[in-house]
């Protein structure tokens, strides 16, 4: 079976062919194409929804061109060689969302193939059970079921949320984010060290050369009962400390931005309060439930530094490659390999507010 997928949630636009059988095997990727607005919203040091839409409709008919005739679907007059299309539903960008609802409900009827639709978020977990291309033709790629029972943790630039899966398909949901999203807290912070968006790999880079005693931010929630988030007083404490600097620096006619290792040092201060809460709550939950693994998942669990602490633990650590870490098509084509339930073009619409049904 191969389904083409498609992704346009956000600022990313993304298009993925993917091959394998429902239920038995992890898929392997034959195509994914990503087209971003990134750079138009690096400016505004954040998304403006009106825009990604609008590139959203520049870039969807050329991202799905171009994943299929990558992945050998396209013979001239001809409809593709795919089974279905699946399409994120949500949740996101209502205008972002419409662009690749609508277009997969044209495409679904022109071709007249079913549609799988898929929730973002179960998206970013399955780019955990996507395969490897086989060596030889007998080898099958493999499924991941010793993977469960399993914590998935999905830190995005949207989303932090904590998710017990018992199996593929009965997922429970343990906490969430009260405020902001820990993807969030990195480009927000970002943005006060005068960072474009998304800050988040530049200040793992800075972190790097940071001087681990010059700042301490609060680690909020760390020692509740709870399985929640919250990363806006991390966000003020920051703020705080920056307006301080600032003074003295007036202080002491000093102008400009912020100098290289003091970013460095907001850097690794920042981040080393987010990756402990985030490892420090996912270990609990996965102490709690006695769970054979964990999943990362969203664009987070890009950071190097992040996956490191959760591999000094010794849990089994389950990551996607980096650039399946971030938006993409592919993992909502995988997502649809073990949620597949087929609807038609009519009972298909865009859910903003989706959280953890469909
Ligand atoms: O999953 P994603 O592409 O989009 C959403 O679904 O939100 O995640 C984007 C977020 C941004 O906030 C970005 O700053 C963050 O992921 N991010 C990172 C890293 N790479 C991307 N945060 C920390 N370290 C990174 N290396
Ligand atoms: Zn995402």
Same mark, same amino acid.
């Given at each position: 079976?191969?389904? =083409? ?5 956000c600022d990313e636009t993304?298009?993925? @062919? ?17 087209a971003s607005s990134v750079i138009l919203h690096s400016k505004t040091g954040g998304i403006i929804p009106e825009i990604a839409a609008r590139e959203q409709?520049r870039?969807?008919? %050329? @991202? ?11 013979? $001239?007059? /001809? ?7 699946? +399409?994120?539903?949500?949740?996101g960008l209502?205008g972002s969302?419409?662009?690749? +609802? ?15 639709? #898929? ?10 059970? #996507? ?9 099958? %790629? /493999? ?7 399993? #914590?998935?943790?999905? *830190?995005?630039g949207g989303?932090?949320? =904590? ?8 997922? $429970? ?7 902001d999203a !820990?993807g969030e807290a990195f480009d927000k912070i970002g943005r006060l060290l005068g960072l474009p968006y998304p800050a988040g790999p530049m200040i ?13 931010? %609060? ?16 966000k ?16 002491? &006619?000093?102008?400009?931005i ?18 402990? @809460? ?13 769970? /054979? &693994? ?5 664009g987070? !669990? *890009? ?5 490191? *602490? ?7 650590? #389950? @990551?996607? $490659? ?5 938006d ?6 995988? !997502? ?10 009519? $009972? ?11």
């Amino acid at each position: 079976m191969r389904i =083409l997928a498609i992704e346009t949630s956000c600022d990313e636009t993304s298009a993925a @062919v993917l091959e394998g059988e429902i239920g038995k095997e992890n898929p392997i990727i034959l195509s994914n194409i990503i087209a971003s607005s990134v750079i138009l919203h690096s400016k505004t040091g954040g998304i403006i929804p009106e825009i990604a839409a609008r590139e959203q409709l520049r870039y969807i008919i %050329p @991202v799905v061109d171009k994943a299929l005739i990558k992945a050998g679907c396209l013979k $001239q007059g /001809k409809n593709p060689i795919i089974d279905a299309i699946a +399409v994120t539903v949500g949740p996101g960008l209502i205008g972002s969302l419409l662009v690749g +609802v609508e277009t997969t409900k044209t495409l679904a009827w022109i071709w007249n193939k079913p549609i799988i639709p #898929i929730n973002h978020l179960i998206g970013h977990i399955y780019a955990n059970f #996507i395969g490897n291309k086989p060596k030889t033709k007998n080898q099958k %790629p /493999k499924i991941n079921n010793d993977y469960f029972p399993a #914590i998935a943790l999905i *830190a995005s630039g949207g989303h932090t949320d =904590l998710v017990l899966l018992k199996k593929h398909g009965v997922i $429970q949901w343990l906490g969430g984010t009260r405020d902001d999203a !820990a993807g969030e807290a990195f480009d927000k912070i970002g943005r006060l060290l005068g960072l474009p968006y998304p800050a988040g790999p530049m200040i793992e880079k800075f972190a790097h050369e940071g001087n681990s005693k010059r700042f301490r931010f %609060p680690r909020p929630l760390i020692h509740e009962n709870t399985f929640d988030f919250s990363f806006s007083g991390l966000k003020t404490a920051v703020l705080r400390e920056t307006q301080k600097l600032q003074r003295d620096r007036q202080n002491n &006619s000093i102008e400009g931005i912020f100098d290289y290792q003091t970013i460095c040092d907001f850097s690794y201060a920042a981040q080393a309060a987010i990756i402990e @809460v985030l490892t420090k709550k996912t270990l609990e939950a996965s102490k709690k439930y006695q769970t /054979k &693994s964990i999943l990362l998942g969203g664009g987070v !669990a *890009a950071n190097q530094t992040l996956v490191e *602490a959760f591999r000094n633990s010794d849990n089994k650590i #389950i @990551v996607p $490659q980096k650039l399946l870490c971030t938006d993409n098509a592919a993992m909502i084509g995988a !997502a649809a390999f073990f949620y597949y339930e087929e609807k038609n073009w009519k $009972q298909v619409t865009a859910k903003p507010e989706l959280y953890f049904d469909l």
